[in-house]
């Protein structure tokens, strides 16, 4: 089937996150659909998918103008969606989840046909090899088979275009190499793919045409063998470095010593399993692993987020277990939340009371249980220069901003103050490419000023990149400790579990 | 799907993160704007315009034979509203129709009055509802701080001066005791203010009911159950002299008013109450204790509601009952929520509640009118108010699209 989009617009207010687009995907290719978080892609698949309605253009498939009321509509249509988030399920077996919402029925009590339904799974699985059971239940399912469930269901409605919504976000690197595989089947089998994302890598590995949107607007179109640097600058609108530049890590002293903390969360289950590690001053330890394997209990322990049940943190020979957020905070820690928008900002408060947010009762902010509103004005005006936040001033909610000054606002929070350790999650997840490069290089500053710094990062590129160490955790442990030279593989294979002996640095 | 790998890709992620429900509804409430508000009032008015015309007997009358002389029902109408509308406001604000000054300007001292209680335990809903807690609890703080106050007034004999101020400071510790109840179960236990603090109401109304049967609170040769005169040098001083009832309860209200706003505004304490109210997990990563803030909120607000209960027993009627609560207490959340937690919005809207119910009796007087009118166009401000955003939780609409804020 072959799409095509005629000058789709989509505003919402005064903000065209659509302007006038154009896209054709052919059948038997994939599409690959490049930008940056909010230049549009997903709005561009809504549109596509009846979720919105365009303001102007389009749609037509095989060259007739369609209009869809809703996904519905669009998956009759023969159009499938395989959203960033899962729409599964948990308790429900792989076949009841594939009928869910079509769900055939045989006999005179006209009971479920799930024996059709798994039928319908076995051949599709076989087909494509993506070796699903249709009885196993979806909650027991890893994240990388729930997936491919969800791929199942869009082809037991006989899609012949598939939409992929950032699919591998949530993925090792292992079960992003096969789900790559399975979207070049799934073209070689005449299945259009439209594959969303902001990842150059998986672009280049499988895409047949690549589109680039900025801002809402198509800005080029891409021959797959560009170069990372090539879609990079189209995607950012100017020229980008991927690397990092930093010079050789100088570790001072240990600045933070782990020893055997373990966290069991309200259910009973281990969620961090006896971790020990060191930290020294000027040095960047990345933590890297699949999301959910102990990372958040390990920075929130180190917090005192949540109570550490067993082991302990000395931080340059302070006990800080135990100890509440605020001492372990004003005993030098800074603290980069994993969810910035939970954890890291009021949304409802100005920048420049978010900018005091953990030390609006310290001087000079605070006199005597008063707060000071010029030197906090003062002050947030410093810092909104220095850290390049773009709003129209101090007195604009930080819920208005965009995520990448979010981010800045909460990095000039944290870094305002002398640390002697940093601890920074996801630090630049969302974010645009320039405000990564920022972010990486103030990171490193602090680096280089002698703090130490521990990143947690599901994003393998960004943990190679700043790295000094790598520590990769699988299941709660510490799996093992690597140089940052250590090739892709072998960390994958370590993210995936498999016990690493070389036990560097 | 875990629920920290949230990102969106469109412009969607850029959107605070969703939150409760009920929790969102709350701060739709609170941060409605006065345009809103205003709209409200208006809209609020004119039904109540309607209700006067439906309860009208004049109108009634010539409604039957509407048909045939149209004129006189719509004479009628402008009769009805004319003379409601003009009775409230002799009643409220100005009475034109007195004689001397004094009896012109009295109606607007009566609604001041009226106004002081609500000033009171506005503030501290207020106070609370920007820290995140829906206190429901006002009623029995208040309560609670009126019998304490009126112990000490009648129970004692003090020189006058330190006698008013034990009272008063009476007031504020029994209505903090019961606001820290809640407080403490909540922080401690994650016991739910709204339960906690509607059952609380029951238990200051009956523990009322029991103490006015005790010797030490029963009015000497009095089989009801109210309690002595509070003694006058434990009342408030008339402000206007003697002919007018505004008391210096006012002015302590207005003052409390000025503090309520330092302390939100300018105070650390109250910068840590406004971040744990908007985003408590933020709060708490920022080193913020959220249980303390609780329980701090928790006192102040209690301790507000509890200075409104000084307002009748050391202000006005002089002496306890277990009704001398009245409704305040309910009608102190609709001026807090319509002065969008503000300390001047809730001076502002307690005047107005003030000088609403001063109307009453002159509304009944005068116009011929229930009482209760002025009941119903209370109500309706707070349905007119509340309604978008309950409604909008209830059955989990989104909010209109243009109340989205989508970042450049």
Redesign the interface.
């Known amino acids: 089937m072959k799409l095509e989009l005629r000058g789709i617009t989509k505003r919402?207010?005064?903000?065209t996150?659509n302007d006038r687009i154009d896209l054709v995907v052919e059948p038997g290719t994939v599409h690959a659909l490049l930008g940056e978080?909010?230049a549009?892609?997903?709005?561009l698949m809504?549109v596509l998918f009846g979720l919105y309605d365009a303001d102007e253009g389009e749609v037509l498939l095989d060259d007739e103008p369609v209009v869809f009321d809703g996904p519905g509509d669009a998956m009759t249509a023969g159009i499938g969606m395989v959203h960033?988030?899962?729409m599964l399920v948990h308790p429900f077996t792989v076949a009841e989840n594939v009928m869910l919402g079509h769900e055939d029925v045989r006999g005179p009590a006209k009971l479920l046909d799930v024996e059709a339904a798994r039928a319908k799974v076995r051949e599709i699985s076989e087909r494509f090899n993506f070796n699903v059971d249709p009885d196993a239940v979806i909650e027991d399912l890893p994240?990388g088979a729930?997936q491919r469930v969800e791929i199942i269901k869009a082809l037991s409605r006989d899609a012949s275009l598939l939409i992929l919504?950032?699919p591998t976000?949530?993925l090792t690197p292992q079960e992003t190499d096969e789900l790559l595989g399975i979207v070049k089947d799934l073209r070689d089998a005449g299945t259009a793919v439209v594959l969303?994302t902001h990842k150059l890598r998986e672009v280049q590995a499988v895409a047949d045409t690549i589109t680039v949107i900025r801002r809402g607007k198509v800005v080029g179109t891409a021959e797959p063998t560009a170069s990372q640097e090539e879609l990079a600058s189209l995607m950012v609108g100017r020229a980008v470095t991927m690397r990092v530049d930093k010079e050789p890590a100088k570790p001072g002293e240990t600045m933070l010593e782990v020893d055997g903390l373990t966290v069991v969360d309200d259910a009973g289950i281990v969620q961090l399993d006896g971790v020990s590690f060191e930290v020294k001053a000027g040095e960047i330890l990345a933590i890297a692993g699949v999301?959910?394997n102990g990372q958040?209990e390990l920075t929130e322990a180190l917090?005192g987020?949540v109570p550490a049940d067993a082991g302990s943190a000395t931080l340059d020979g302070e006990v800080i277990t135990g100890r509440?957020?605020?001492e372990?905070?004003?005993s030098g820690i800074g603290?980069v939340?994993?969810?910035r928008?939970?954890?890291?900002?009021?949304?409802?408060?100005t920048i420049s009371?978010n900018l005091?947010?953990?030390v609006?009762?310290k001087a000079p902010y605070?006199k005597g249980?008063?707060?000071q509103?010029k030197v906090i004005a003062e002050e947030a005006r410093k810092h909104v220069e220095q850290f390049d936040v773009r709003a129209t001033g101090i007195d604009q909610t930080a819920?208005?901003?965009?995520?990448g000054n979010q981010q800045k606002v909460v990095l000039a929070r944290e870094l305002s103050r002398p640390l002697k350790l940093l601890i920074a999650s996801n630090p630049t997840?969302?974010l645009d490419v320039g405000s990564i490069e920022f972010v990486h290089k103030r990171i490193v500053a602090e680096r280089d000023s002698g703090a130490a710094v521990i990143i947690v990062s599901a994003e393998l590129d960004e943990v190679v990149a700043l790295a000094d160490r790598i520590a990769v955790m699988y299941h709660g442990r510490i799996v093992g400790i690597v140089p940052p030279d250590t090739d892709r593989d072998t960390l994958g294979l370590m993210m995936a579990g498999a016990h690493d002996e070389e036990e560097a640095a | 799907m875990s629920a920290d790998s949230q990102t969106t890709e469109d412009q969607r992620d850029e959107e605070a993160p969703p939150e409760d429900r009920w929790r969102r509804a709350l701060r739709e409430i609170v941060e409605s704007s006065s345009m809103v508000v205003f709209m409200a009032i208006v809209a609020s008015m004119i039904i109540g315009g309607v209700l006067i015309i439906f309860a009208d007997e004049a109108v009634r009358e010539s409604a039957a034979y509407f048909f045939s002389r149209p004129g006189d029902t719509f004479s009628a109408i402008g009769d009805a509203l004319g003379s409601a509308y003009s009775s409230m406001f002799n009643g409220a604000v100005l009475n034109l129709e007195a004689s001397s000054f004094a009896g012109v300007i009295k109606p607007l001292t009566q609604t001041l009055t009226m106004a002081t209680p609500l000033i009171f335990a506005g503030l501290g809903l207020g106070i609370g509802f920007r820290a995140g807690l829906f206190n429901i609890g006002a009623q029995g703080q208040l309560l609670m701080g009126a019998t304490f106050g009126a112990y000490i007034g009648f129970a004692f004999s003090l020189p006058a001066g330190l006698h008013l101020a034990l009272a008063v400071i009476g007031c504020a510790v029994g209505g903090a005791i019961w606001g820290f109840i809640p407080g403490i179960l909540k922080a401690k236990r994650g016991a739910h203010e709204v339960i906690v603090t509607i059952m609380l109401n029951y238990v200051a109304l009956y523990l009322v009911a029991w103490l006015l049967s005790l010797d030490a609170f029963q009015r000497e040769g009095s089989d009801n159950p109210i309690s002595p005169f509070v003694a006058e040098t434990a009342q408030y001083p008339k402000i206007l002299g003697v002919q007018f009832n505004l008391h210096l309860g006012f002015l302590l209200a207005l003052a409390c008013a000025w503090g309520a706003w330092w302390l939100m505004e300018r105070s650390t304490l109250g910068f840590r109450l406004r971040a744990v109210g908007a985003n408590p997990s933020a709060a708490r990563t920022a080193g913020m204790n959220i249980g303390t803030a609780t329980i701090i909120t928790m006192v102040i607000a209690g301790g507000l509601a509890g200075l409104a209960g000084s307002a009748p027993v050391l202000g006005t009627q002089k002496f306890l009952t277990d009704a001398v609560a009245g409704t305040l207490g309910f009608d102190a959340i609709t001026v807090a929520l319509l002065g969008r937690s503000r300390p001047l919005g809730i001076v502002l809207a307690a005047i107005l509640f003030g000088g609403l119910q001063a109307s009453g009796p002159s509304l009944q007087v005068n116009a011929g009118l229930p009482v209760d009118i002025v009941v119903v166009i209370q109500a309706t401000i707070v349905l007119f108010i509340a309604a978008p955003p309950l409604v909008r939780a209830m059955f989990r609409l989104p909010a209109p699209a243009h109340e989205k804020e989508v970042a450049a």
Not at chain 1, 40 to 43: E, L, V
């Open positions: 919402f207010g005064d903000f996150a978080n909010g549009g892609k997903s709005t809504n960033q988030h899962f994240v729930q919504d950032e976000a949530v969303i999301q959910g958040t917090l987020v509440t957020i605020k372990v905070l004003h603290f939340p994993e969810d928008t939970e954890d890291g900002i009021v949304a409802s408060m009371n005091i947010l953990d609006h009762d605070a249980g008063a707060l509103p819920g208005s901003l965009s995520g997840r969302g």
